[in-house]
C-alpha cells in the first residue's frame, strides 16, 4: 500500500511581509473601495436604478461569501496562505488567516468588475471587448499578486507550477471568472424578481467561481495534494490553463450571450434601416 503524502493539506507555514509592503498593499486594498464607491455613485448619478441595486447586492456577497467562505476554503484547497506578521487577521478559518486587506480588497474589486462583465453582456457587446475586459483584470490581479508574493504578503506552497510566485491557471482565472459570472447573471437574473432577486444575487458570482476554479483547477489541485514531480505538476498545469480559458471561450460565446449580442446588432441594424429613406428624401428635394 503506498502513503499518500499531502502536506498542504496541513497548517500553512508561516508568511511574513515587511512593515512597507504590508501597509502599501493595504493602502490599495482601500483605494479599491473608494474607486468601488466612487463606480457606485456613477451609477446613482446615472439614474441606474436596477444597475445600482444588483452594485450592493454583488457587494454583499464578496464582503460576507467571498471573504469568508470562498477564500479560506479555496485557500486550503489550492495550498494558499497570507502574511502572519504586521496585521491581525480578521479571522482565521481552517488555519488561513484573513487579513483586513482580503476583505477590503474583495469589497471593493468583485462588484465593479462583475457589473461591468455583466453589462458588456446585456448590451450585446462583442466578444472582443468582454474579453478584453477579463484580460485586463487577469494583468492588474496578477501583477498585484506577483508583487504580494515576492514580499511575503501571499505564499503558493506545494506548488511546483508557479509563475513568478503564483499558478499558472490563475493567469486565465483571475479575470476569466467575470466572464462567467457576467454569463449566470445575464442567464438568471430575467428570472429573479423582488425577494428572490435579493437572495440569490450575493450568491452568484461566489458560487460560479468556486465551480469554475474547482471544475477547472482540479488536475493542479490534484499534483499539489499528491506532491507531484516538477514535470506532472507543470503537466497538469498546462491542462488546468487551457480547461480556465475553454470555459471562459464557452462562456463568451454562450446562447444567452450571442442572443443578447445579436439583439444588439439587429437594433444597429434597424436604425441604420430607418436613417436611409430619410437621406434620400433629402436628396430628392
Known amino acids: ?5 499531502a502536506s498542504s493539506w ?6 511574513e511581509a515587511g ?9 490599495v486594498a482601500i483605494a479599491s473601495v473608494v474607486g468601488a464607491l466612487i463606480f457606485a455613485a456613477g451609477l446613482v448619478i446615472a439614474k441606474d436604478r436596477e444597475t445600482s441595486v ?13 471573504s469568508f467562505y470562498v ?3 479555496l485557500d486550503f484547497i489550492g495550498a494558499t496562505t497570507y502574511l502572519t506578521n504586521v496585521f491581525d487577521p480578521v479571522v482565521t478559518i481552517v488555519d488561513r488567516p484573513i487579513p483586513w486587506h482580503v476583505v477590503l480588497t474583495y469589497s471593493g474589486g468583485i462588484a465593479p468588475a462583475t457589473i461591468i462583465a455583466y453589462l458588456i453582456i446585456k448590451q450585446g457587446r462583442s466578444a472582443k471587448v468582454l474579453f478584453a475586459w477579463a484580460a485586463f483584470i487577469s494583468v492588474a490581479e496578477c501583477i498585484g499578486e506577483m508583487i504580494s508574493c515576492h514580499y511575503g504578503v501571499m505564499l503558493y506552497y506545494s506548488n511546483n507550477a508557479l509563475v513568478l510566485g503564483i499558478p499558472m491557471p490563475s493567469l486565465v ?3 476569466g471568472m467575470f466572464v462567467l459570472i457576467g454569463w449566470a447573471m445575464a442567464a438568471m437574473l430575467p428570472h429573479l424578481h423582488g425577494r428572490r432577486r435579493i437572495v440569490v444575487v450575493p450568491f452568484i458570482a461566489p458560487a460560479v467561481y468556486l465551480a469554475y476554479t474547482l471544475l477547472c483547477t482540479l488536475p493542479s489541485y490534484y499534483a499539489i495534494h499528491n506532491n507531484a514531480s516538477s514535470a506532472v505538476s ?7 490553463t487551457a480547461l480556465n480559458l475553454g470555459a471562459v471561450i464557452f462562456a463568451g460565446y454562450a ?10 446588432q439587429s437594433g444597429d441594424t434597424a436604425k441604420h434601416t430607418v436613417a436611409q429613406p430619410v437621406q434620400t428624401t433629402e436628396a430628392a428635394a
Open 10 to 15: 496541513g497548517s500553512p507555514p508561516i508568511t
Open 234 to 240: 507543470w503537466t497538469l498545469a498546462i491542462v488546468s
Open 173 to 175: 482565472q483571475n479575470g
Open 255 to 264: 446562447p444567452t450571450v450571442t442572443r443578447l449580442r445579436a439583439a444588439a
Open 71 to 73: 477564500e479560506p476554503w
Open 1 to 5: 500500500m503506498v502513503q499518500v503524502l
Open 19 to 27: 512593515t512597507v509592503a504590508a501597509w502599501l498593499l493595504l493602502g
Open 54 to 66: 444588483l452594485f450592493w447586492l454583488v457587494t454583499a456577497g464578496a464582503v460576507v461569501v467571498f
